[in-house]
């Protein structure tokens, strides 16, 4: 099975922030790669399919770059509306493995 | 609008089978895949498991291979997950999500708990 490591796990930040999680995969997935936003009590959202692609409706403030086995989820200036838990998933093969996921607080 | 409404949470025993279900309105059931996504107390996501709405094709996590089964009622537009042989670290929220091929998992339902407990 692919191993998806993200980074970090927490990340204590302020509204306006940019915020930058890394995620890896143990080996090369291509660009078959998604990111989630998943809040308390809630299903996760899909932020960004095939590593850059921003899903419709997703503000323009995320984004995502990476390929092969290094991959980034940005957020230009942290809102209110973004403190969350964010995963990464690959789709290269399966099983399609998460992240461990990477938790953003209000510093 | 696409919707993904799942069944009601359920409590079980461990050594039990719990069936959950989804069921799907709002696109093409044949077009999309349907993907399984668990959740325990606290933890991250795991991927269990994916069917092909266009021709019941499984794939499964090994950890619970031998142990679930999906399945699909096309005149319903129905997915199935069953797990057998629950065990206490089955606990978790179990969500359903349309699954496109290259495209992530787009829509997801509301989850289901499931409780494994004597």
């Known amino acids: 099975d692919i191993q998806m490591t993200q980074s970090p796990s927490t990340l204590s930040t302020s509204v306006g922030d940019r915020v930058t999680i890394t995620c890896r995969a143990s080996?090369?997935?291509?660009?078959?790669l998604a990111w989630y936003q998943q809040k308390p009590g809630k299903a996760p959202k899909l932020l960004i399919y095939?590593?850059?692609n921003l899903e419709r409706g997703v503000p323009s403030r995320f984004s995502g770059t990476g390929s092969g086995t290094a991959f980034t989820l940005t957020i230009s200036s942290l809102q209110p509306d973004d403190f969350a838990t964010y995963y990464c998933q690959q789709y290269d093969s399966y099983p399609h493995t998460f992240g461990q996921g990477s938790k953003l607080e209000i510093k | 609008q696409v919707q993904l409404v799942q069944s009601a949470g359920e409590v079980k025993k461990p050594g039990a089978s719990v069936k959950v279900s989804c069921m799907t309105s709002?696109?093409?059931?044949?077009?999309?895949?349907i993907s399984w996504v668990r959740q325990a107390p606290g933890q991250g996501l795991e991927w269990l498991a994916w069917i092909s709405g266009y021709n019941g094709n499984t794939k499964y996590a090994h950890k619970v291979q031998g142990r679930v089964t999906m399945s699909t009622d096309t005149s319903t537009s129905t997915a199935y997950l069953e797990l057998r042989s629950l065990r206490s670290d089955d606990t978790g929220v179990y969500y359903c999500a349309r699954d496109f091929v290259g495209a992530g998992m787009d829509v997801w339902g509301q989850g289901t708990t499931v409780t494994v407990s004597s």
């Open positions: 095939k590593a850059s």
């Open positions: 709002g696109y093409t059931f044949s077009s999309y895949g």
């Open positions: 080996q090369s997935v291509s660009d078959w």
